[in-house]
């Protein structure tokens, strides 16, 4: 019989498909099996509106059998089957979709049509399986008829039609498989672990159960004379059985949901031993229509700050996986949501395998992060231990959120921030913090440091405290970046203790500190002379009350700034213009003036030397010069 050749410029088109479209070959058998639930919906549709149907929806299936000896692989379905008409159209002319034709052919009030969500879009799905097969056969014989028919094909060269011989309705495609190549392993696509591991990942939530003849290994029955010596024998045995799920998770009601369901579905989808903190289970209705099930993980992933790490959320369309992570349903700062989303409103490319960026995409990802935040919120609320330990895990990132973009989700972010109160002695929210503000607190304070107990003891903060002023502890590099980027809230800025103006001065105060500047000018000068250029300024101090000197920065570089681009950087990071404040009202000070007063520059360098050593040990910036610093304490304990 002569060949047909495929309409629509086929030999072009068919390439392109094969070698272009897909990125991965092993799509093939979601697709074909994604056909293949397409022709079990559209049978069960018409037993739903044709009385002369007799079909029960348990009745059907879709089996998968891959021959070795033979180098074939079967699909098969039991569902509404083809015409000869139906195989010129449907596999003779290339992106024409008879999934997306009965599709457009159901009523909109047609109460059956909510029972059926038809896959097929594009038309191409069914050529996907010339990525793998030299040759592919489809033997269908529809409903109704008692004629079967034979489709053939190698490819791009055309097709012949044939009638055949079929038991029942449905569709075989018959695939033989490719020879292996020094590039591809084709013969992985006729062992059935292959193929059980593609349809778990692919098409587990297919509605009708998708079957495969497996082997397995059970221990034989003991013989009722076995003595009591007897060791236990296995077999091998080979048995017909249901590969995929079904039903997935997230389209059941949550009320019908175990806990202990949820927590086994995350453990195995997303390969955590722990127990996630919380669950998401979430759907809307309107204009974009999906379903989600989110978590939120108990710990940090190992790899969770390296490039490696890839954010996304599994991506279902009608209950078939088209993106194993796709990032854009989650923004950056809830980045560690692990979960699935499920709708048939995205819009795909041909291959569904790529989202495109569309208003619905953008309306879902929206209400996501909306969730998200309102979980974590309850989560605060309601179960504070629970919630310090999700901050454990993912606090930085959420700090790292509220810095991204300049700023731009500070207002998303900022009621989830803990910071180490120094009253409370806790972790607390910046509302808390409000709440307790005294009516004529100006600011909200924060110190940065290595650790609490560093913080505590910093000279910067006594004079804060002293005022019955809290102060927020921030003990993590990406702090200090985080208060600049909030700037401020309901109009009160947030305030370094290390800042000349954190404290507002009456004008008699600022009058005495000038006295003082005034007074000791001839000792700033000497201090600053003799440490030169590792200074920008020495002055006194008014952010100090009983210590004798601190290190801050003159600047938009802060001295935290700094020591975090030092580790970022290495050996030759931005520096801040470091400031050494003095206490004029200090036993040191005063021995300063008195090594000035008697024109003795040697001691004069010694001490200056010895008080910025001790400012940069007091603000965790390491010593240029160790070894120096030891010796001058040496020589002025002679």
Known sequence: M??????????????????????????FLRELISNASDAEDKLAYKSLTDDSVDVKRKDLKITIVPDKEMRTLTVS????????????????????SGSGQFKAGLSEDDKAADKIDVIGQFGVGFYSA?????????????????????????????YTVTACEKDAPGTDIIMHIKANTDDENYDQYLETYKLQELIKKYSDYIRYPIMMEVEDYRQKEKPADAGEDYKPEWETVKEWKTLNSMVPLWQRQKSKVKPEEYNAFYKEKFNDWQDPLAVIHTSAEGAVTYKAMLYIPAQT?????????????????????????????????????????????????????????????KVIASALEKKIKSELLKMQKDDREKYEKFWTAFGTQIKYGVVADYGAHKDVLQDLLLFWSSKEGKNTTLAAYKDRMPEDQPYYYYACGESVD???????????????????????????FVMKALGEIDGKQF???????????????????????????NVLEAVKEALGDQVKEVRISSILKSSACCLTADGPVSLEMEKYMRKVE?????KADRV????????????????VDAGDKDTVAKYAKVLYAQALLLADLPLEDPAEYTQLVCSLMV
């Open 2 to 27: 002569a060949k047909k050749q495929f309409k629509a410029e086929s030999k072009r088109l068919l390439d392109l498909m094969v070698n272009s479209i897909y990125t991965h070959k092993e799509i």
């Open 77 to 96: 379905d039991n569902g509404i089957g083809m015409t000869k008409e139906d195989l010129e159209t449907n596999l003779g002319t290339i992106a024409h």
């Open 130 to 158: 010339f990525m793998v097969a030299d040759h592919v056969t489809v033997i269908s014989r529809a409903w109704g008829s008692d004629e079967a028919w034979m489709w053939q094909s190698d490819g791009a060269d055309g």
């Open 301 to 361: 992933p190992y790899d969770f700050y390296t490039r490696e790490y890839q954010k996304g959320l599994q991506l279902y369309s009608s209950g078939v996986l088209i993106m194993d992570k796709c990032p854009d349903l989650l923004p950056d700062h809830f980045r560690f949501v692990k979960g699935v989303v499920d709708s048939s409103d995205f819009s795909l490319n041909i291959s569904r395998e790529v989202l495109q960026h569309t208003r619905q995409l």
């Open 454 to 480: 560093k913080i505590a003891k910093l000279p910067q903060v006594e004079r804060i405290l002293d005022k019955g002023y809290e102060i927020l502890y921030c003990t993590e590099d990406v702090d200090d």
């Open 495 to 521: 305030k370094s203790v290390n800042e000349e103006d954190a404290l507002p001065q009456t004008e008699e105060e600022k009058k005495a500190v000038e006295e003082k500047a005034e007074a000791g000018k």
């Open 570 to 574: 290495g050996s030759h990071p931005m």
């Open 580 to 595: 050494l404040e003095l206490n004029p009202d200090s036993a040191p000070f005063a021995a300063l003036k008195r090594a």
